[in-house]
């Protein structure tokens, strides 16, 4: 039976411990009726406890394969709804995990859309290498180009200004490398850092 947009909306106002229960008792329709049209459920998943995300990974892969795609709206549903378990995949920490869905999506805008997000969530907690070697398979320059500054962005709040430099140098557009300079910059003014943050708006270069 398929749930009503009132039942999907009192699902996700369950506190967290009767959301965990409530899981089992989903069948892959529900599921797949959650995942698809309500993508807040999708972001209250991410809340679960590693037991109960190890259940409901298969459950959620199952689902979304089991979506119909015989119109192109229903195959970006698909597409999107891989991309979400992606997601929480990624931001849980389950890297391998993560890429084997990616891996199983078939379109390659949604495949290098869920890349992005497995390199953000690496670069979230350190794994700067692991993010620079996961936006490799990413062809498009433009798209790797605005993952490289967010990576850099987040080395920079960690006060990794060198890691962050290094990271825009592979980066060929002036406006970019410029973004995340500035942020240094002010950062360093707000240390006291005046002499630092001279050096590094030195290093700008003149986009026109």
């Keep these: 039976m398929k749930p009503t947009s009132i039942q999907s909306s009192m699902l996700m106002q369950l506190p967290d411990d009767t959301l965990?229960?409530?899981f089992s008792f989903l069948t892959e329709e529900e599921l797949t009726?959650?995942?698809n049209v309500n993508k807040?459920?999708?972001k209250r998943i991410q809340q679960i406890p590693r037991l109960q995300y190890n259940l409901i990974i298969p459950q959620a892969k199952a689902a979304a394969a089991n979506i119909k795609t015989r119109t192109p709206s229903q195959e970006a549903e698909q597409f999107s709804a891989f991309e979400e378990?992606?997601?929480l995949q990624a931001r849980v920490g389950?890297?391998?995990g993560a890429k084997a869905t990616a891996a199983t999506i078939p379109d390659p805008f949604y495949e290098k859309e869920a890349l992005i997000e497995i390199a953000k969530a690496q670069a979230r907690v350190?794994?700067?290498d692991g993010a620079k070697t996961t936006i490799k398979t990413i062809s498009d320059p433009f798209?790797?180009?605005?993952?490289?500054v967010e990576i850099a962005e987040i080395q920079v709040k960690a006060g990794d200004f060198d890691g962050a430099k290094t990271t825009i140098e592979t980066i060929s557009d002036p406006f970019k490398k410029a973004q995340v300079l500035v942020e240094i910059a002010e950062i360093q003014v707000k240390a006291g850092d005046f002499d630092g943050a001279k050096t590094t708006i030195e290093t700008i270069s003149d986009p026109f």
Aim: charge should be negative.
């Design 33 to 35: 009726q959650i995942i």
């Design 20 to 22: 965990d229960n409530t």
């Design 40 to 42: 807040i459920f999708c």
């Design 143 to 148: 798209k790797k180009a605005q993952v490289l």
């Design 94 to 96: 389950d890297i391998d």
């Design 126 to 128: 350190g794994d700067i």
């Design 85 to 87: 378990i992606v997601k």
